[in-house]
């Protein structure tokens, strides 16, 4: 006969010992008492019901051998069921100005934003932080889970096409800039950047190229430990989705870039180590490139024909003399556009400036550069556009944004709505190629004296300026018509954000008809000053003297861009093969190697301290910890739940130890 219900429980709880203590009786209303010959429904066993602990086993050998015969099989789900609707309690609430915060989980991420796998970004001061500021950035920020005390917006991949231990997570890229926005500011002496050789690496990734059935999924918001480990637990198995999977190229792609982001928390090997630095040889050398191929579009160097490049070989071209006129033609006749986008700190994918500015390189002929470029910056014609919807909108807590601080000197704002800024971002890439006719000057006497609410009337009555008188200023050396197609180089610094935020909106700038190739005055100072390390458009203009007033505008951020295009070719091209040009890069280079040396011998001072082989000051040596002593100790901080364990003994009689 087998065993009742309550049988079965005192099994479980280790018999009637351990029941609690019976209540007092109290006294019951009055109610009718159903008698023996009357059985009531509640008189029944209430554990009547409870499986055996036999039954309770098989059950979860069964559920274990149903799981691994699931997984065995190709199952088709047209989109993955998440089991868990919510975060754990101690999630902190959604702001609504954060569009990740807000997706729902199981949704495509967003086009238009890079990610940084979330693994790689938790050990990011032990990987890739100098030894000198590991131990104290990782007690600062990393070490006890901090690391996961920040408000991180998870992305997952986990694809049955490249099936891996566990899902590959991702954080969008501004959010792991914010960490280390923090970290400089905590340590403003660490100087950690985002370089291009930890994007190489795939500590940044761009993954619009990915098609829709394997593009990472959103996840949830957690902020601690336990609610990322949560939501990562209820990632459903990955199954084939149904419908057209991508051809054999995009899914090698795909898995390589997965195991990219996987061997990303590894140790480098010597050889893949030796394999990156020619990689990175390789792209000093295209960086170099860039530079003189800006000399060439500028006159500042010979044009590079493949049938004069032998007897070429042996001259050597001599340094500019930036008070005459460049010596040489310009190359290809180009039109130069610089761009610059300012997006709202708090939703970056709400574009809310956008700068262009121009230059054409026949206003330039016949024309002395100047000192950097000094005298050409006249002939640069700026274009500030803002966002009409979202011009209350000003950004404060990363950088300092000065929407309606356009330098008058370059031109006036102009506000345009959110549908029509990418049909008037391509007007700029046509004939006039943003040529003004009238002074900027009067536009903006008219600005103040109408105010913002009137500025779009008065940027109409200046078109119609424009249409009805011819530029004096630059009708001489201009000689296009409108049918004529020009060569067109864009320009920027650290274009490619620049570029991801204009697709983002619907403008392809990179879809334009006779566009030559996009420079980056970022990577061309790189090459100027031999440094690796990224550099901000504020430094750049310091180190060539340029007044850089009211930074983080658009449109003087894009004339900004073109002036240090002008000063990095033209300073270049005048110090050509100069023994002053050699002497300031030897000096710039020992300068670092001496820093560098002297940080690794503080770093040996610091490893050294606190090892002693003597007594201290006061005699004491230390003593060993009796192991009574500590075993008393780790017993009495050792929990106990439950009724108290029965002693056991051995066949000999003494007590088990257990």
């Not at 593009?215 to 430990?225: A, M, N």
Request: glycine share 6%; with cysteine; net charge negative.
């Amino acid at each position: 006969m087998p065993a009742s219900g309550i049988e079965r429980f005192l099994t479980l709880i280790g018999g009637e010992a351990n029941l609690p203590p019976e209540l007092p009786p109290q006294a019951q209303p009055a109610t009718t008492i159903p008698t023996q010959d009357e059985p009531s429904e509640d008189s029944e066993d209430p554990f009547s019901g409870l499986p055996s602990v036999q039954e309770v086993i098989e059950q979860e050998v069964a559920a274990e051998e149903a799981a691994r015969a699931h997984s065995a099989k190709p199952q088709v789900h047209t989109q993955p069921q998440f089991t868990p609707k919510f975060l754990p309690s101690s999630a902190s609430p959604l702001s609504d100005a954060d569009a990740h915060s807000q997706m729902p989980m199981g949704e495509p991420a967003p086009r238009g934003i890079s990610f940084s796998p979330f693994i790689a970004v938790t050990r990011f001061c032990y990987k890739f932080v100098s030894h000198q500021w590991s131990q104290p950035l990782a007690t600062a920020f990393f070490d006890a889970n901090k690391i996961y005390h920040r408000a991180w917006d998870i992305y997952y991949i986990w694809s049955d096409q490249h099936q891996t231990a566990r899902p590959t997570t991702f954080v969008p890229e501004h959010q792991l800039q914010a960490l280390i926005n923090d970290i400089n500011q905590a340590f403003p002496e660490a100087h950690i950047s985002l370089t291009e050789d930890l994007r190489e690496d795939g500590l940044v990734v761009n993954l619009d190229n990915l098609p829709d059935e394997l593009r990472p999924l959103s996840l949830g918001r957690t902020t601690s430990r336990e609610q990322y480990d949560y939501l990562v637990a209820a990632i459903p198995y990955p199954s084939r989705p149904p419908g057209t999977m991508p051809d054999d190229r995009s899914l090698q792609a795909f898995r390589d870039m997965i195991d990219k982001m996987v061997e990303l928390g590894k140790a480098k090997s010597k050889a893949k180590k030796k394999a990156n630095q020619q990689v990175a040889i390789q792209r000093r050398q295209e960086m170099s490139k860039q530079v003189l191929r800006a000399q060439r579009y500028l006159g500042l160097l010979p044009k590079k024909d493949d049938d004069l490049l032998t007897s070429m070989n042996n001259l050597t071209i001599p340094p500019l003399d930036p008070n005459t006129a460049v010596p040489h033609p310009f190359e290809q006749d180009v039109i130069i556009i610089a761009i610059d986008v300012e997006a709202y700190e708090r939703s970056p994918k709400t574009i809310t400036e956008v700068g262009v500015a121009t230059l054409d390189t026949r206003d330039l002929r016949g024309e002395a550069p100047g000192a950097d470029g000094g005298d050409w910056r006249r002939h640069i014609r700026g274009r500030h556009f803002r966002v009409v919807e979202y011009k209350h909108l000003r950004n404060h807590e990363f950088v300092e944004g000065c929407p309606d601080a356009f330098r008058g000197e370059f031109g006036t704002s102009e506000f345009v709505a959110r549908e029509e800024l990418p049909s008037v971002l391509t007007s700029c890439f046509h004939q006039p190629f943003s040529r003004r006719e009238v002074d900027p000057a009067t536009v903006a006497t008219e600005e103040e004296s109408s105010g913002p609410d009137t500025l779009n009337e008065a940027n109409s009555r200046s078109t119609e300026k424009q249409s009805s008188s011819p530029d004096t200023s630059t009708e001489v050396n201009s000689t296009a018509t409108p049918e004529e197609k020009r060569t067109i180089v864009l320009l920027g610094h650290d274009i490619n954000q620049d570029i991801t935020y204009l697709h983002s909106i619907g403008f392809s700038v990179l879809n334009r008809s006779h566009l030559a190739e996009p420079l980056d005055t970022a990577t061309m100072f790189k090459s100027y000053t031999r440094d690796n390390n990224a550099t901000s458009l504020g430094r750049v203009l310091l180190h060539f003297d340029i007044d850089g007033w009211y930074l983080h505008n658009a449109g003087n951020d894009a004339v900004y861009t073109m002036q240090a295009l002008l000063a990095i070719a033209v300073r270049a091209a005048a110090g050509r093969g100069s023994e002053e040009a050699g002497r300031k890069v030897g000096e710039a280079l020992e300068k670092r190697t001496a820093d560098a040396v002297e940080m690794a011998k503080e770093r040996v001072r610091d490893e050294a301290e606190g090892w002693s082989l003597h007594e201290d000051e006061g005699g004491e040596s230390g003593y060993a910890i009796v192991p009574s002593m500590g075993e008393e100790r780790r017993e009495a901080q050792k929990p106990v739940f439950g009724p108290p364990r029965p002693v056991l003994y051995t066949m000999g009689g003494a007590v088990l130890d257990v």
